[in-house]
């Protein structure tokens, strides 16, 4: 199955999955009370340097940015006509923290773990006779491949701007749809193979 997941030793790796899960989740919802640019200069400061603590393949992965600056660019430039400039500095910061935070934490935690941290969020769906597990499933997989699909675009965009020197086109759409169906077929055949939801197990 495809994953981002770094296969190394570090101390996030070693961190519980649902603390991970937790700390991100508690971020997020302090980081959007947050309107302040200094404030959001040190948070990303702290990203880079847990991205830093796992080496080289660490800061690698900070090329998820690239496939982000199209829409970060627009978001500003809608900020800018509105003349609400720095607020859309400050909702870029805030955006770039979250997901370089979210993608830490799939880069450093195992799938299964990631399910069994998720799971008891949704065991009061039990209590009606439905699964617990696969509603489970579904988050994870989004947490999982979210940033998996950001480096796809990314791709994407770099063999566009390679062949016609334009770094973006609404014309990598169709591409990036093509993509999206393929890896989900792809997970689709994968699960199945595992035995479905019940099968993702150590």
């Known amino acids: 199955m495809i994953s981002v997941y770094l296969q190394q030793e570090s101390w996030l790796h070693r961190l519980p999955a649902a603390l991970k899960l937790l700390t991100v989740a508690i971020a997020s919802l302090l980081l959007f009370q947050v309107k302040s640019v200094w404030i959001f200069l040190p948070c990303l400061a702290v990203v880079f340097l847990l991205y ?5 393949d660490g800061l690698a992965q900070l090329k998820l940015l690239r496939s982000m600056t199209l829409f970060l660019a627009i978001l500003l430039a809608l900020h800018w006509f509105s003349g609400t400039f720095w607020d859309g500095i400050a909702v870029i910061m805030r955006l770039v923290v979250l997901i370089l935070a979210a993608n830490l934490v799939s880069i450093t935690t195992r799938m299964d773990d990631m399910l069994e941290a998720v799971q008891p969020l949704f065991r009061p769906l039990q209590w009606f006779g439905m699964s617990a597990r696969k509603p489970a499933l579904g988050v994870t997989l989004v947490l999982r491949f979210a940033p998996h699909m950001l480096q796809v675009f990314s791709l994407l965009r770099e063999a566009y701007q390679a ?17 999206s169906l393929r890896m989900s077929d ?4 994968a699960l199945k ?6 099968g993702l197990s150590r």
């Open 52 to 56: 830093a603590s796992l080496g080289r």
């Open 163 to 179: 062949r016609a020197g334009a770094k973006g086109s609404w014309r990598l759409l169709a591409p990036f749809a093509i993509q």
């Open 193 to 198: 193979a595992r035995g479905g939801s019940e």
């Open 186 to 189: 792809n997970v689709a055949e």
